[in-house]
């Protein structure tokens, strides 16, 4: 389908919420203190997947054994998760506070930007949870399949591409290396609006350029070029001209709702995760619950009940992934 250039399955990282939950299941059966503050644990533990949560547990348990303590203590999950942050999760999971901020500015970015847009597609989810290789990730998913995309849409989405890269600019002045995905992309559907969908006044209805689907060479590895320098040169232009265009309604944007673009970010930073609804209410102005909900810890340390399950369910090919 045109325009939607990055299908895949993503399994996601649980939230705040889900974290807590799984560390509850998975401590059943295990000898530990009264005292384990699970939420705290929880909120240490951003971009942890269930496995990871339960090689902590087990590394506790291991830990506890060779400390002589007869119980799991506080201290010994806290050692645990010190050390397997400092394994696996070094590399690309530990973010300092201030790269943190950036990711969440980035994100928001993106989601304000989509979502004010008459064209794009509704936000579904921003989070700063890191994942993969990616830092945070902004979802956007039509409320049907489509199977022609318009102009305008085509538009809004490098305009919501861009949104991103145009917060670290409007806040920071200064930019990161995050957007470099973005703008692959952004660049790719500004060269398919020029030469495979025609859309461009100056070029016309011209398909340039013939793709090659050799499949020794994997997809579209190279475009035959069946035009003049003088048009490759129009074809560059043109594709700039949609870009700058796109990036100045993204200015303009985040220029005008920096309050709405504020919000969402200190939401971010407080929950890692938005949902639809959640989104919609900070951008509405609307404060949300603290990430804790209240809940009863029955003295048998059976916390986690068939109404904790984890909220994140795994998403099946959505749409649109965006990372960084
Ligand atoms: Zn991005």
């Known amino acids: ?146 199977y022609l995309v318009s102009k305008d849409e085509l538009v809004d989405d490098i305009t919501a591409l861009l949104g991103g890269r145009v917060a670290e600019e409007t806040v920071y002045g200064r930019l990161w290396t995050g957007a470099v995905g973005d703008l692959e992309r952004v660049t790719r559907i500004a060269r398919a609006m020029v030469c495979e969908y025609g859309m461009s006044e100056r070029l016309g209805t011209l398909a340039l350029g013939r793709r090659s689907h050799n499949p020794f060479l994997g997809r579209d590895y190279h475009d035959e070029r069946n035009y003049s320098e003088d048009v490759a040169k129009h074809i560059d232009e043109e594709v700039r001209k949609i870009v700058d265009h796109c990036h100045q309604r993204a200015t303009e944007i985040l220029t005008q709702h920096r309050d709405k673009l504020d919000a969402v970010v200190a939401a971010l930073l407080e929950h890692e995760t938005l949902t639809r609804e959640e989104f919609l209410a900070v951008l509405d102005g609307k404060s949300l619950p603290p990430p804790e909900k209240p809940r009863e810890t029955p003295k048998d340390g059976a916390g986690a009940d068939a109404s904790e399950q984890p909220r994140s369910k795994p998403n099946i090919a959505p749409p649109r992934f965006e990372p960084a």
Not at 45 to 71: I, Q, V, Y
């Open 1 to 146: 389908r045109p325009g939607r250039f990055d299908r895949q399955i993503v399994v996601d990282a649980p939230d705040q919420n889900g974290r807590e939950a799984i560390l509850k299941v998975h401590a059943k059966g295990k000898p530990l203190d009264t005292e384990i503050d699970f939420a705290v644990l929880a909120k240490r533990t951003p971009g942890f997947t269930g496995a990871d949560l339960a090689n902590m547990l087990n590394e506790a348990a291991l830990l506890a054994a060779r400390r002589n303590h007869s119980r799991i203590s506080q201290a010994d999950l806290e050692e645990a998760l010190d050390r397997t942050i400092a394994g696996p999760q070094r590399k690309s999971r530990i973010i300092d506070e201030k790269e943190r901020e950036v990711i969440a500015y980035h994100e928001a970015g993106h989601a304000v930007v989509g979502e004010l847009l008459e064209h794009a597609d509704p936000v579904h989810k921003v989070t700063i949870l890191p994942r993969g290789m990616s830092l945070g990730s902004t979802w956007q998913l039509p409320e049907a399949d489509k």
